[in-house]
């Protein structure tokens, strides 16, 4: 099917019902400090690592490497490349996120198998040593990942899919192409009732409800060093409360500079069925903010996910800002 044939959502599907309740973007998205990706075309199963062409035992062993670490594994594959079930040679990247360690390396493996060879403690921990092993280069310029992953959840695969080609078409057109695509789509990144969903990196922020022309503006901002605030879910480096925190912080400074903010810790001070917590955000020139984040239950039913049965998930929301410092 091409992609101008793609259905469009059905009005109960769970990204048609989030978006018309207002569902808060906010501390929504992936908590990962930092990120490993392996390009693998063709098919995606639903645990996409074990269920693709990629050798389901090397999928489980790099997940089992992972365990235990804020190191998110995801697969990736070219926007024209859904076919190609056996390259010859498979990009990968790796990235730290967190504002004081951001990075980005990047290389190709002909055996898949090389990967293991990354220090997994060392990339949780933002450390580049952990992909000394591998060849590898250190890149500047940042990526957009587009999840596409349909047999997750149907949106994905109609809103998300359309979104990965038009906005890796309009870039690929915008330019001199360097030795790999900046759009790629992506496995699973949380949330898919905010189709579709996206994940810049290195900075590690992620995006809901885009569409083509947001989505373009989302990859322009972050080649200038600078985040998107509209549709923005949160930093993955941070719990969910911080994320909401750091986002309330820059909305209320006009802030977008990706470096210019730290959460430097997060206590929550009261527990289910409404929680909450304090977060302190500080500035990168000394000033600090302290954040009240609270968190209820959404007062109507919705599918967390298509096919899902109805659920209330947790909505978080800043309710003060105040400078300490």
Same mark, same amino acid.
């Not at 929504?28 to 050798?55: F, K, N, Y």
């Not at 000394?132 to 596409?148: K, N, R």
């Not at 909401?244 to 929550?268: C, H, I, M, P, Y």
């Given at each position: ?12 599907? %769970? ?39 990629? =050798?389901?035992?090397?999928?489980? #062993?790099?997940? &089992? ?7 998110? !594994? ?14 010859? *040679? ?19 493996? #002909? ?21 000394? #092993?591998?060849? *590898? ?9 587009? %999840? ?7 949106? %994905?695969?109609? @809103?998300?899919?359309?979104?990965? @080609? ?10 001199? &192409? ?16 905010? /189709? ?7 900075? &590690? ?26 549709? %923005? ?13 750091? !986002? ?8 977008? /500079?990706?470096?210019?903010?730290? @959460? ?7 527990? =289910?069925?409404?929680? $909450?917590?304090? @977060? ?18 959404? $007062? ?26």
């Amino acid at each position: 099917m091409r992609d101008d044939q793609l259905p469009a959502p059905q009005p109960h599907a %769970c990204s048609v019902l989030s978006r018309e309740l207002g569902e808060p973007l906010a501390g929504t998205g992936a908590v990962a400090r930092a990120w490993l990706l392996v390009e693998q075309p063709g098919p995606w199963g639903r645990a996409a690592v074990t269920e693709s062409r990629l =050798d389901p035992e090397l999928g489980a #062993e790099l997940e &089992g490497r992972t365990a235990g670490t804020q190191v998110r !594994l995801a697969l990736i594959r070219r926007v024209e490349d859904h076919h190609d079930s056996a390259p010859r *040679h498979r990009r990968w990247f790796a990235a730290s996120t967190h504002p004081k360690r951001t990075w980005l390396a990047t290389g190709v493996v #002909e055996y898949p198998t090389d990967l293991l060879k990354i220090d997994f403690a060392a990339l949780d921990a933002g450390n580049r040593r952990a992909v000394a #092993e591998l060849e *590898h280069e250190f890149v500047d310029a940042p990526l957009l990942g587009v %999840c596409t992953n349909g047999k997750r959840d149907a949106c %994905c695969a109609t @809103v998300g899919r359309q979104v990965a @080609v038009s906005v890796e078409a309009l870039d690929a057109a915008s330019g001199p &192409g360097g030795l790999y695509p900046s759009v790629w789509e992506i496995t699973h990144l949380g949330g898919h009732r905010f /189709a579709p969903t996206a994940v810049v990196l290195p900075s &590690g922020y992620s995006y809901g409800r885009l569409d083509t022309a947001a989505a373009g503006r989302v990859l322009a901002e972050a080649r200038g060093g600078r985040m998107a605030l509209d549709g %923005c879910r949160g930093r993955s480096t941070w719990p969910r409360a911080g994320q909401v925190a750091e !986002l309330a912080v820059r909305e209320a400074l006009g802030e977008t /500079a990706e470096a210019a903010l730290d @959460v430097v810790s997060v206590n929550q001070t009261a527990g =289910d069925p409404e929680p $909450a917590w304090t @977060v302190v955000v500080e500035y990168e020139d000394g000033r600090a903010y302290e954040v009240s984040v609270t968190g209820s239950s959404a $007062a109507v039913p919705r599918p967390e996910s298509c096919g899902k049965a109805d659920g209330t998930p947790l909505e978080l929301r800043a309710d003060a800002v105040d400078k300490i410092r």
